[in-house]
C-alpha cells in the first residue's frame, strides 16, 4: 500500500500529480490547504488532517459537505497539522508515504517537514518528500542500491546525526571508500552517478539523501 500525502505549500512545487495516482491499495491525504489543491486537480482524498485556518469558510464547508474523511483540529495544538497526518498514515504499515507540498514555503515549517522524517526510521518505513526540483530520504545503516533518475541531476548526502561513519560510495563521480562524514561537513554534497547505477553505504550514523536538479 502506498499513502501520498499533500500539504499546502507552494503550489508552484507540487508537480503533476496524476503519475502518482494508483487506483489499487493507494490512499490519498489532504493536509489543511493541501485538501484543496487535490480536488482541483482531479483527485479526490480519502482523508484530510488539519485545523483548516488556510481556507475561506466557504472552502471549509466544501470539503466538511464531501464524503472525505475529515480529522478537524483546534488551531491551538502541540503538533502541526502534517505531523499529525503522518502519524496516522505510519500507523497504516504502508509500503511507502510520498509527500508533496512540505517544501518551499514558512522556512520553519519546512525544516519541521524534513525532521518529521525522523519518524519513518521507528518503523522502517520508505518515506519521501518531494517537490519539482528535489526528493528527500532519511536513512539509517547499511548497504543500498540507487539508480539514475533522468529528473534529478545531483545526489547529495549529508549527517543527520553528530557523524556519520564508514561511507562508501561506489559508481558516483566522486567515490568514497569507508570514509566519515561530520555534521555540518560538505564533503558528501552535489556528487552525480557516473553509470545507470550504483550502490551506498555507511556503517553507523544517520544519513539525509537529497537528489535535486538545479
Given at each position: 500500500?502506498r ?6 505549500g507552494?503550489?508552484r512545487l507540487?508537480?503533476?500529480?496524476k503519475?502518482y495516482d494508483?487506483?489499487t491499495?493507494?490512499i490519498?491525504?489532504?493536509?489543511d490547504r ?8 482531479g483527485i479526490?482524498?480519502?482523508?484530510a488532517?488539519g485545523d ?6 466557504e472552502?471549509r464547508?466544501s470539503?466538511m459537505?464531501?464524503s ?5 483540529y483546534?488551531?491551538?495544538k502541540?503538533a ?7 502519524e496516522?498514515?505510519?500507523?497504516q504499515?504502508p509500503?511507502?508515504?510520498?509527500i ?5 514555503g514558512r522556512?520553519d515549517?519546512e ?5 518529521l522524517?525522523?519518524?519513518s526510521?521507528?518503523?522502517?518505513a520508505?518515506?519521501r518528500i518531494?517537490?519539482t ?10 548497504c543500498?542500491d ?5 529528473r ?9 546525526s553528530?557523524e556519520?561513519t564508514?561511507?562508501?560510495?561506489d559508481?558516483f563521480?566522486?567515490?568514497?571508500e569507508q570514509a ?7 564533503l ?5 552517478l557516473?553509470?545507470k547505477?550504483?550502490?551506498?553505504s555507511?556503517?553507523s550514523?544517520i544519513?539525509?539523501m537529497v537528489?535535486s536538479?538545479?
Open positions: 500500500m499513502i501520498t500525502i499533500v500539504a499546502g507552494p503550489e507540487i508537480p503533476d500529480l503519475p494508483h487506483s491499495d493507494h490519498w491525504i489532504g493536509v493541501g485538501t484543496l489543491f487535490l480536488l482541483r486537480n479526490f482524498p480519502q482523508h488532517f483548516f485556518d488556510s481556507v475561506s469558510n472552502e464547508k470539503i459537505n464531501s472525505i474523511k475529515v480529522n478537524q483546534q488551531s491551538e502541540d502541526t497539522d502534517m505531523e499529525l497526518a503522518l496516522w498514515a505510519l500507523k504499515n509500503e511507502q508515504i510520498l508533496f507540498g512540505a517544501t518551499g522556512l515549517h525544516l519541521m517537514n524534513i525532521q522524517l525522523n519518524r526510521l521507528k518503523v522502517r520508505d518515506v518531494l517537490d526540483r528535489n526528493e528527500i530520504s532519511l536513512h539509517l545503516p547499511g543500498y540507487i539508480e539514475q533518475d533522468h534529478y541531476s545531483y545526489i547529495s548526502f549529508l549527517a543527520q553528530e556519520v564508514g561511507i562508501t560510495l559508481g563521480k566522486y567515490p568514497l566519515n562524514l561530520q555534521a555540518g561537513s560538505s558528501c554534497v552535489s556528487n552525480e557516473v553509470n547505477s550504483g550502490t551506498y555507511f556503517d550514523g544519513i539525509l537528489k536538479r538545479d
